[in-house]
């Protein structure tokens, strides 16, 4: 049975080529994606969510809005350097049509524990930007833990420094409150953290084969993508590319062989100064049932191929 896969995402730019490579690999169906906050406001991700697939030739995908702001807070402001990472409409301020779509009105964390209940161990659950939405479904529903396939987060660092901190990581870091209910729930989960995604670069020469296809789809990768890449070369200029860090989350999702995992049980700092920090879970170093995995090695040329591969086919097609 192929693998249904759900994408909850903030849909900034690497969301977006994550949107992309899932909906250019055979082997799943993307079920739904639900919104969240953090790139950019949950209203204009869920607006992107829509715009991209729609683009992609893929309108039957189902959007859902998801909670609007961190679990311990009441509201929620796009920092700017998201903006400029991002873009202010969180695509690289590329222009794409808006689509005639509504999001659904059932909640997104509603339709995550349906979906849990419907398709049990063949779901695969992907959240790339706080984890807000699946530590809701968690506290509504604690029985999913045990029913659920799998969920690969994009989040965290563990053998690397944060990208918000010394300690923290930026999806983590918007609630890391949630973040340490999902790791801490014994849910199969699986840490894509900057451990390897900042080992997964995309380069200028990479968006001019998009460019050169001459579709609608392949302008909009290459111009969004460029953007992305140039405020790399502001905020990382060591790196000589873009970090794939949310296409590395769906292709783990996809073929969990392209990482090398540590079996460690993990937990989020909540407390004091180290808050927003993944670490391991002390009070569970020695429970011989280790329930997450942390990605700790990535097989980069062969990610880098099948991203490609993944995606020309899709904006090819266009």
């Known amino acids: 049975m192929t693998k249904k896969l759900i994408l909850d995402l903030d849909t900034g730019i690497d969301d977006t080529l994550a949107t992309a490579y899932a909906l250019g690999s055979p082997e799943v169906e993307l079920i739904g994606i639900t919104g969240t906050y953090g790139n950019v406001l949950l209203d204009q991700g869920v607006r992107n969510a829509l715009a991209v697939t729609d683009l992609f030739g893929h309108p ?177 200029p060591h790196l000589g590319g873009c970090g794939l860090h949310d296409p590395l989350a769906v292709g783990v999702a996809v073929d969990p062989s392209l990482v090398t995992t540590l079996d460690i049980n993990m937990q989020v700092d909540v407390e004091g100064p180290t808050r927003g920090r993944t670490i391991g879970d002390n009070e569970r170093l020695n429970d011989p049932v280790k329930t997450m995995k942390v990605a700790v090695g990535v097989d980069v040329p062969r990610f880098l191929n099948e991203f490609m591969t993944r995606i020309t086919g899709l904006a090819k097609a266009e």
């Open 60 to 236: 039957e995908v189902k959007v859902y809005k998801g909670l609007p702001h961190a679990s311990t807070k009441d509201s929620f402001a796009v920092q700017p350097v998201s903006a400029f990472i991002h873009g202010q409409n969180g695509i690289g301020d590329v222009d794409i049509p808006d689509s005639d779509r509504e999001p659904e009105t059932e909640p997104a964390v509603d339709f995550i524990i349906d979906a849990v209940k419907t398709y049990g161990k063949d779901l695969v659950y992907v959240p790339t930007g706080p984890m807000t939405n699946i530590a809701a479904a968690l506290d509504k529903a604690p029985e999913i833990k045990d029913e659920i396939g799998g969920i690969v987060l994009m989040g965290g660092a563990l053998t690397v420094c944060g990208n918000v901190s010394a300690w923290s990581e930026a999806n983590i870091s918007q609630d890391p409150d949630a973040a340490n209910r999902l790791f801490r729930s014994e849910a199969p989960a699986t840490m894509i953290g900057l451990d390897v995604t900042l080992q997964t670069l995309l380069t200028y020469e990479e968006t001019r084969r998009w460019r050169a296809l001459g579709t609608p789809a392949g302008r909009f990768l290459a111009d969004m993508t460029d953007y992305y890449i140039k405020a790399y070369e502001t905020t990382s």
